[in-house]
C-alpha cells in the first residue's frame, strides 16, 4: 500500500460490490436492532458506553466514564471496581448454575469430551485459585500460560482473574524461545502448561518445549502442569513444579474471595508482534476490556444466555481471550472450546461439531473459510447445520469470493455474517456491520461501530474520499482499547500515536490511534481494509513481524543476511518467504535449507515457517541500502517487476525471480 501497487483483486471486490440485507428472522430477534445507536451514541459520547459497563457487577460504581485528561493513557470506569471471575461465573450461578458453560470437544481419541456447568467451572476456578496461592501468586503478579486447547487454560485465565493476578497466554505452538522472551519481558515468576495434546490423532509432546523454554528464563519460575495425555506421572517432574491435579484436590471445595479490582487494574498482557524483533506487551484492563467484549459480544455476535456459540479460534490468540473465554461467558452462554484441526479425523469435523452441539453462532478466520471451499460443499452438505443463526470471520480481509461460500453453504443464505476488523491492542471489534441494523458488503467490514470514530486518512493525517486508499485511524478512545505496553510508555506512543498526533498536546482531539492497517472507506462508510502498512505479514490470520523472522534467520550458522516478505497463498492469505544470503565457505544445499527452516521453527514456532528459502547473493538493495522489500514481495507474488532502475544492483532482482518462479 505505502508503495502505491493496487492490488487488482481488491480493486474487482470493491467495484462489483454487492448488497445483501439481514435476514427478516434474524433481524426480529436480533439483540440490537434499532438503527438509531448511531446517532444515538455520536450525540451522547462518552456516556454512551455507561451501557456496556452496565452489562457487568461492580463491586464499586465508578465516578467517571473517561478521564482522557492525559491522553494517549485513557482511563475509563475510573472510581469503579470488579472483577472479571464473578462476572464471568459467579453471577450466574443462581439462574444459570445447571446450564453448561464450557462445551469441550477433545480432539477424537477417546471420546473424552467435557462439559462444565458454570457450577462446576466455578469450583474448578476456585480450587485452582487456591492453588495458585498455595505456590505463592499475589495479586498483580504475572502468571504465564503455555498450553493448548485444554479446559485448564480458560480455568487458569479465570483463577488468575479471581486472584488478580494477571494473565500472560502464549500460543502453545510457539517455540520454546518464544516462551522464555515473553517470561522475561513480563518478569512472569509462575507458569501453568501441560504435558502434551493430541493433534491430528497424534499425542504431541509439549511438557519438554515448556522446560526447554524454562531453561531460557532468567529468574525462578514454579509450574504447574495440567494432565492432558495422562501420563504426567511418566513425566520427570523437576523442582518447583507441580501436578494441576494435586493442586486442586488438595484444595477441594476452595472459596477464594475474588479479589476487587479497580476497573483500570490490569486483567492480563498478550504479547504480539510488530515491526521491530522484539514483541509487544499489550496491556488490557479490568472494567473497560470486560465492558467492551461484553457488549461487542451480545450486539455483534448476538449472543444470548441461552444459545450454544462456536469460535474455533485458540485461546493463544487474542480472539480466543475475547471471545472464547470474556465476552461469551460475562454474558453466561455456552462457550464451545475444540482441539485439534478442521480437517482431522475428517475435513467436516467443525461441521460435525456444529450438528452435534447445535451451536447458534460460529465465528472463524477467512484462511478457514478458504480451505473448506478447497474441501469442497460436500462435507458441510452431510451435516444439519440449520442451528446456525450467525456467522463471524476474523483476522484478515475475506474476499468477496469466500464470503458468498460461506453465506450459502455454511449460513444456507438465512445468517448475517459479521466480518469484524479489530486487533490485539482494540480488546475487541471496531469495525462490522450490527447484523441486525445493517446491510452486508462482501468483502467490506463495514461500518465502524457506534460511538466509535473511524477515519482513513492520507499520510498528512487529512481525511481521504471516499473510494481512496489510505490509512485507518481511530480517532476518540474507546473502552476495550489497550493501555499501554508492558514497561515501555514509549514505545506505546511511537507505535500507535506518533504517526497521527500532536503529541505535546493534551487535548484528546489532538491524538489519534493509528492500527497500521490500509484501508477505503464507501459513500456509506464502509471500510474495506486492505491489509497492514507495516512489516508486519498475516499468515493464517497470524500476525507475525518481519523482523523476527530475519531475526531468526540469521541467527543461523551460516546466514550472513537475510529479507522475509509475505508472498499471496491460496489458503494462508500471506505465505513467508525468506530470501538468504550465506556468508562465505556455506554452499546452497537442501541441508541448509532444513537449517533455515529449524532456526525459524526454534525461535519462533511452525507457524512462521518459511514457504520458500531462496538463496541469493546480493538481495535488491536502494543507493542508500535498504533492502527494496516490495521487490521481493512481487517476485514473491510472481508479479510483473516494476522499475529497478534506482537500485545500487538491478540485475540481482532478475536472477532471484528465476529462482522462485524456477525457469
Ligand atoms: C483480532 C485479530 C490484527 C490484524 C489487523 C488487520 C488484520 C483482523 C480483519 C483484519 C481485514 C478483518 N485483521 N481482522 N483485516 N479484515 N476483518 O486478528 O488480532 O492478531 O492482533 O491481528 O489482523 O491487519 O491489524 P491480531
Redesign the pocket.
Known amino acids: 500500500m505505502t508503495d502505491g501497487d493496487p492490488d487488482v483483486e481488491l480493486e474487482a471486490r470493491l467495484a462489483e460490490q454487492e448488497r445483501f440485507e439481514p435476514p427478516e428472522s434474524f433481524v426480529e430477534q436480533a439483540n440490537v436492532s434499532d438503527a438509531g445507536i448511531y446517532d444515538e451514541f455520536e450525540e451522547n459520547w462518552p456516556e454512551c458506553w455507561e451501557g456496556a459497563a452496565d452489562l457487568l457487577d461492580w463491586d464499586e460504581d465508578y465516578d467517571t466514564v473517561l478521564d482522557d485528561s492525559n491522553p494517549p493513557f485513557y482511563e475509563w470506569f475510573t472510581g469503579g471496581s470488579l472483577n472479571a471471575s464473578t462476572n464471568c461465573l459467579d453471577r450466574h450461578l443462581d439462574e444459570r448454575g445447571d446450564e453448561v458453560a464450557i462445551e469441550w470437544v477433545g480432539e477424537p481419541v477417546e471420546e473424552d469430551n467435557r462439559s462444565y456447568t458454570y457450577e462446576e467451572l466455578h469450583r474448578e476456578v476456585n480450587e485452582f485459585a487456591a492453588g495458585l496461592r498455595d505456590l505463592g501468586v499475589e495479586e498483580d503478579e504475572v502468571v504465564t500460560m503455555y498450553m493448548p486447547m485444554v479446559p485448564e487454560l480458560a480455568i487458569a485465565m479465570l483463577a488468575c482473574a479471581r486472584i488478580g493476578a494477571p494473565h500472560s497466554v502464549v500460543f502453545a505452538g510457539f517455540s520454546a524461545d518464544a516462551l522464555a522472551t515473553r517470561m522475561n519481558a513480563a518478569d512472569s515468576e509462575y507458569l501453568v502448561t501441560c504435558d502434551g495434546y493430541y493433534r491430528r490423532g497424534d499425542p504431541l509432546p509439549h511438557k519438554e518445549k515448556a522446560d526447554e523454554g524454562l531453561a531460557g528464563v532468567d529468574h525462578d519460575v514454579q509450574t504447574v502442569v495440567v494432565d492432558r495425555l495422562g501420563d504426567v506421572s511418566d513425566h520427570e517432574m523437576g523442582e518447583n513444579q507441580y501436578d494441576y491435579a494435586d493442586l486442586v484436590a488438595e484444595n477441594e471445595g476452595a472459596d477464594v474471595e475474588p479479589v476487587q479490582r479497580d476497573a483500570e487494574d490490569m486483567l492480563f498482557l498478550m504479547y ?1 508482534s510488530g515491526t521491530t524483533g522484539e514483541p509487544k506487551g499489550v496491556k488490557h484492563t479490568t472494567g473497560g476490556y470486560l465492558s467492551w467484549v461484553s457488549w461487542t459480544s451480545q450486539a455483534v455476535l448476538d449472543i444470548k444466555p441461552e444459545d450454544t456459540y462456536f469460535c474455533s479460534a485458540d485461546i493463544g ?3 480466543g481471550h ?1 471471545y472464547i473465554v470474556y465476552g461469551p461467558l460475562a454474558l453466561g452462554t455456552t462457550t464451545m472450546m475444540y482441539e485439534g484441526t478442521p480437517d482431522y479425523p475428517d475435513k467436516d469435523r467443525l461441521w460435525d461439531i456444529i450438528e452435534e452441539y447445535e451451536a447458534d453462532q460460529l465465528y472463524t478466520a ?1 484462511t478457514a473459510i478458504r480451505a473448506f471451499m478447497k474441501w469442497g460443499s460436500s462435507y458441510p452438505e452431510k451435516h444439519d447445520l440449520s442451528s446456525l443463526r450467525l456467522l463471524g ?6 474476499n468477496p469470493r469466500a464470503w458468498k461460500w460461506y453465506y450459502k453453504h455454511i449460513g444456507g443464505e438465512e445468517c448475517p455474517i459479521v ?8 480488546g475487541g471489534m471496531m ?2 456491520t450490527l447484523p441486525g441494523v445493517k446491510d452486508m458488503k462482501p468483502g467490506s ?1 463495514g461500518p465502524a461501530l457506534p460511538g466509535l470514530d473511524v477515519q482513513i486518512v492520507d499520510t498528512k493525517g487529512e481525511t481521504v474520499e471516499p473510494g481512496r486508499a489510505g490509512y485507518l485511524t481511530v480517532q476518540k478512545p474507546w473502552p476495550g482499547m489497550l493501555r499501554t505496553l508492558y514497561n515501555n510508555d514509549e514505545r506505546y506512543i511511537e507505535e500507535y500515536w506518533a504517526e497521527y498526533s500532536d503529541t505535546d498536546s493534551d487535548d484528546t482531539d489532538d491524538w489519534v490511534y493509528f ?3 490500509g484501508a477505503k472507506i464507501d459513500e456509506d462508510g464502509y471500510i474495506t ?1 486492505l ?2 502498512v507495516d512489516d ?1 505479514i ?1 499468515v493464517s ?3 507475525l513481524g518481519t523482523m523476527e523472522i530475519e531475526s531468526a534467520i540469521v541467527g543461523v550458522e551460516g546466514v550472513a543476511e537475510a529479507a522475509v516478505v509475505g508472498g499471496n497463498h491460496d489458503v494462508k492469505g500471506e505465505a513467508v518467504y525468506a530470501y538468504v544470503i550465506l556468508e562465505d565457505g556455506y554452499e546452497e544445499s537442501d541441508e541448509m535449507r532444513q537449517r533455515v527452516v529449524d532456526g525459524v521453527d526454534d525461535a519462533i514456532g511452525p507457524i512462521a515457517r518459511p514457504e520458500q528459502v531462496v538463496f541469493t547473493p546480493e538481495l535488491p538493495k536502494t543507493r542508500s541500502g535498504k533492502i527494496m522489500r516490495r521487490l521481493l514481495e512481487d517476485i514473491a507474488n510472481g508479479d510483473e517487476l516494476g522499475n529497478t532502475s534506482t537500485l545500487r544492483n538491478p540485475d540481482v532482482v532478475k536472477d532471484i525471480a528465476t529462482k522462485v518462479s524456477g525457469d
Open positions: 504480539t490468540w487474542i480472539t475475547s477467512p470471520t476474523v483476522g484478515e480481509p475475506i466480518d469484524t476488523w479489530w486487533q490485539t491492542e482494540t469495525v462490522t467490514a492500527p497500521e492497517d481494509v491489509g497492514r508486519v498475516n490470520g497470524h500476525r
